[in-house]
């Protein structure tokens, strides 16, 4: 269920991103840019978030075999990432099972990201707004100027839009996939006394 949660809700933000930057960006670099990171970031966390909920997976399987079993042996169908915080559980230390490094810093990072485009589209709107005004004394004219100044707007707008839903669902994903990893964490303590 967990899987399938976190497959919406990534599908569901990399949607938002595709769609503000194809409304948004086309023709504007800056706009592109900002969108271009904002897809990085998202996926990167994706990715690390992927990759922590298969070694969950595993750690799952693992403990479903149960019954008497060498430890190395099958220690050894583990990922690697949790062979030894697992060996050590078992041996009685507790430690804490790995969590994933940057989806945090990224979750944080996708609303900055946003920000930025949305104050870098509001500077870019006053100044044009400002040039309009004094351009002209003519309404048309002003109305004309204003015109491209309000674009930046959009932009502005966009960029927050898609920064804080990628953040949105991210970090959704990195609750989802924690509260998963935690299940599997008390399922090992309970069962590592009778099965080692």
């Known amino acids: 269920m967990t899987r399938l949660l976190s497959l919406a809700a990534f599908i569901l933000g990399a949607l938002v ?13 800056l706009a592109s840019v900002v969108m271009l990171l904002i ?21 799952h399987a693992a403990l479903a075999q149960g019954g008497d079993v060498e430890l190395n042996r099958w220690l ?5 990432s949790l062979r030894n915080p697992v ?19 990224l979750v944080g990072l996708l609303v ?10 509001m500077v870019e709107t006053l100044s044009g707004a400002v040039q ?8 048309s004219a002003i109305r004309d100027g204003l015109t491209t100044p309000i674009k930046g707007l959009g ?10 839903t990628a953040s949105a669902m991210l970090g959704l994903i990195s609750t989802l996939s924690r509260k998963q990893r935690l299940q599997a964490s008390r399922q090992l303590d309970s069962e590592m006394a009778g099965a080692f």
């Open 17 to 29: 991103i595709l769609w503000m930057g194809v409304a948004v960006a086309a023709g504007h670099l």
């Open 39 to 59: 897809a990085l970031a998202y996926f990167t966390g994706g990715a690390e978030l992927l990759r922590y909920q298969q070694a969950t997976g595993a750690l």
């Open 76 to 80: 050894d169908a583990l990922p690697a």
């Open 87 to 105: 060996r050590q559980r078992i041996e009685g230390e507790y430690v804490g099972l790995p969590v994933p490094v940057l989806t945090p810093y």
């Open 112 to 121: 900055m990201l946003g920000l930025m485009g949305t104050f870098v589209g």
């Open 132 to 139: 309009a005004l004094e351009g002209s004394t003519e309404l």
């Open 155 to 164: 932009m502005a707008f966009a960029t927050s839009v898609a920064g804080v």
